[in-house]
Structures are given as structure tokens and as C-alpha cells.
């Protein structure tokens, strides 16, 4: 909690302060990577901070929390540090790296503000950033803890024994402890990281879900090769630097650098009817819940599973989606398609054009679970709110920086 003092420093500054975030973030990782360059090559997605994500959503973080010190909101706070901190965890972040950020950040609060941050400013917004420090790195340890792991020692390797393809842009590689060890079990609906060993000698890490049943002694996950486009403001949106590698040079034998599972996306037990709502390779979290309840003694509970994709050339999954739903009884499965060449060939409830929450019954007490693209997930958000469906019951994944949950 903040002091007193700092509170209503923060109350008086967070305009000014608020104002001028983006251009602090951004001078902040300017200043950090100058100074410390193997952390944009090794750490931080390349792909994010080139496009403006990565400083958009750290704004949005510390602006959030620093107005949730000054009007309370415990459970807002611990959803959006409980998603950094996973994040944080499965990239092997440690406390002592919080020191490297406070440096550059503060530095560039001087750079852009100037002589606007007086000592009382300095030490209100210094109180701000370590209490958010403190209470991440502490949730940090608690996960690092949990996994059976020291802080920041995630990393394992990982032989690829089955590399499958799903469509023609999506494959998925099933992952094999090496000889004499062991995978950890992960709850349904976590992620590993895989660190990607790049031609320009980058490592560049992602998270990709893992799809199978947590009973497996095996993790399968699905890359989706992603390329060059043209976003709906005009500018050009990179092909999938990560993605792209993995898909292309990744086969049967090869060995992988991944993480422990990490991910607060988890199927939560408490037998209340599910929705599990995905679109395009947002499919893979809900795969891994899917087999988890088809394989728990809960078989009977009741589940909506809702998919969208492009075209069932483009759904990944799609047979082994169907199969899984058909071994829950009390499953119901529902699909959109922006292209449906032959609507005499296709199952039943399955339609044309974007996903419609609006068209399918909702039962009384629904956890939702969604994963797709951003639109597609806020607007799957307003309408079960709008159904009734509290927003402490609608859980989400995002792959890359969260800039959701801050608003």
C-alpha cells in the first residue's frame, strides 16, 4: 500500500505522467536495449517492440496499477499481475532484472518529463513502481516454487518426436523428455516457452499452449506459420519471425529448448457448465481442457465448445476438435466459417460468417474460457456479459503483450 504522501503525489501527477507513458516506454526500451542489447536479442519478442505492442502494453500496466493505489480494486490488480507474472516466469525473469528496468525506466521518466520530476515526484512514483516489483517478484517466486524450480531455471531440452501437419499452415510437434528425465505435468490450458535459435544468432522466445491431455507423458504443441500482411490501417504487418523458423527447419529428432508450463488460462474444477470459445490456432488451450474432461470423472459436465476460423481448409484441429467433443456427452459443438465453399458438405451447427455468442444458449453459472485474436475475444466478452455472464467468470488468453486486461 502506498504512503499517505505518495498517494496524493500520484493522484496530482498520474495526468501528466499518464499522459506522456507511451513516450516513456518507448524511451525506456530505447535506453535499455542501447545499454544492454542482449535482452531485445535473447529476451524481449523483436517482432512486438518493432510494431509497438510491447511498449503500448507496459504503459497501459503501470498506468493501471498506479490508479488501482489510489481507488482499489484487489481483484483487478491480481488479474493483471497474475498474467505478467506468468509471462514473466515462463521467460525466466528474476528479481534482479527488475533493478535493469528501474534504471532505464526512471531515466527515461527524466528524459521526457525533465524538470517536472521533482525528489517528491521521484519518490512517489519510485514507491509505485517497487510495490509493483515486489508483489510480482513475490508471485513469481510462489510459481517458480510450485513448478519445483530455483527462480529463473525454466529452461529444459526437449527431443521432437512426431511432427504432424494440421493444415497447411499450422503443424504440431509432439515433445519427449530425454532419456533419464521426465516432462512436468501442466494443468489444461498452460503454455511453455520455446526459445528459437534465429540465423542472425538471436534466441527469440515464444509461447505456444500445449494441446494434449495432462495425463500424457508427452506435450504436443502447434506452431502456426504466420505471413506478411497488410493490416486493416494500411500499415505492414511482419510474417511470424518465430513461427516462420520453426515451421520450416523443425523435425522429427531435432531437439527443442522449452520451459516449465506456466499460464493462469486454467480449467477451473468446480463442475459448472463450460463455454470454451476459440478462433484460428486459439484452439490449442481449449484442446488441452477438451481431453482433460473427457478423460476426468466430470464427463458429464456440461460443455459448449464455439470455434471460428477461416475455412475448414484453415482449421487446424478440426478432426481431432470433433472427435474430442464427441467423447464428452454433455459437449455441444458450434462453428463459424468466414468460407464455406459447399454448405451441403459441412456437419450440422455449423455457419457462416463470425462467431455469435447472441445466437446460442447460455446456461446459468458459465465459465467462459476465450483465445483467439483480441476483436475476436472482446467481442465474445460483451455478449455474454451482456447475457448475463459475470466478468469474474470470463477468462482469457493472450499470446504476446496484454494490453486487455489494463483497460
Not at 259 to 288: N, Y
Not at 304 to 312: G, N
Not at 367 to 387: D, Q
Request: aromatic share 6%; net charge negative; hydrophobic share 40%.
Amino acid at each position: 500500500m502506498l504512503s499517505t504522501a505518495s498517494r496524493e503525489t500520484i493522484r496530482a501527477t498520474l495526468p501528466v505522467v499518464g499522459a506522456h507513458l507511451d513516450a516513456i516506454t518507448t524511451t525506456f526500451y530505447r535506453r535499455m536495449f542501447a545499454a544492454r542489447p542482449e535482452l531485445e536479442r535473447d529476451l524481449f519478442n523483436r517482432g512486438n517492440q518493432h510494431q509497438g505492442e510491447q511498449q503500448k502494453a507496459l504503459a497501459g500496466a503501470v498506468a493501471a496499477f498506479a490508479s488501482l493505489q489510489l481507488d482499489p480494486d484487489p481483484e483487478r490488480v491480481a488479474l493483471i499481475l497474475s498474467r505478467i507474472a506468468h509471462k514473466h516466469a515462463s521467460l525466466g525473469v528474476t528479481a534482479e532484472q527488475y533493478w535493469i528496468v528501474h534504471e532505464h525506466l526512471f531515466a527515461a521518466i527524466v528524459e521526457i518529463l525533465g524538470e517536472a520530476v521533482t525528489p517528491e515526484v521521484a519518490s512517489a512514483w519510485d514507491e509505485v513502481y517497487w510495490l509493483m516489483a515486489h508483489t510480482l517478484i513475490d508471485l513469481e517466486n510462489g510459481l517458480y516454487a510450485r513448478s519445483g524450480v530455483q527462480p529463473g531455471e525454466v529452461w529444459r531440452t526437449v527431443r521432437v518426436a512426431r511432427r504432424e501437419l494440421q493444415s497447411a499452415d499450422a503443424v504440431t510437434f509432439t515433445l519427449t523428455a530425454l532419456p533419464g528425465e521426465e516432462l512436468p505435468r501442466f494443468a489444461p490450458g498452460q503454455y511453455i516457452s520455446v526459445g528459437a535459435h534465429l540465423p542472425d544468432g538471436a534466441r527469440q522466445i515464444r509461447q505456444y499452449s500445449l494441446c494434449g491431455s495432462p495425463s500424457d507423458e508427452t506435450w504436443r504443441i502447434t506452431i502456426k506459420r504466420v505471413p506478411a500482411s497488410i493490416g486493416p490501417d494500411g500499415s505492414t504487418r511482419p510474417a511470424g519471425e518465430v513461427s516462420n523458423h520453426l515451421y520450416n527447419t523443425v523435425f522429427e529428432g531435432d531437439e527443442l529448448s522449452v520451459t516449465t508450463p506456466f499460464g493462469d488460462l486454467e480449467l477451473i474444477d468446480d463442475g459448472s457448465p463450460v463455454l470454451l470459445a476459440s478462433a484460428g490456432i486459439g484452439c490449442t488451450p481449449m484442446l488441452g481442457m477438451l481431453h482433460h474432461l473427457a478423460s476426468s470423472p466430470e464427463r458429464e459436465r456440461e460443455v459448449a465448445i464455439v470455434h471460428a476460423d477461416r475455412s475448414l481448409a484453415d482449421h487446424a484441429h478440426r478432426r481431432e476438435l470433433e472427435e474430442v467433443a464427441r467423447s464428452i456427452p454433455g459437449s455441444t459443438l458450434h462453428r463459424w466459417y468466414e468460407t464455406i465453399t459447399d454448405e451441403h458438405a459441412v456437419p450440422a451447427l455449423v455457419r457462416a460468417g463470425r462467431a455469435d455468442i447472441a445466437e446460442l444458449p447460455v446456461r446459468e453459472g458459465t465459465r467462459a474460457y476465450l483465445c483467439g485474436p483480441l476483436p475476436f475475444m472482446m467481442s465474445l466478452r460483451e455478449g455474454l456479459i451482456a447475457r448475463g455472464v459475470p466478468a469474474s467468470r470470463i477468462h482469457y488468453e493472450v499470446f504476446g503483450p496484454d494490453s486487455w486486461s489494463a483497460r
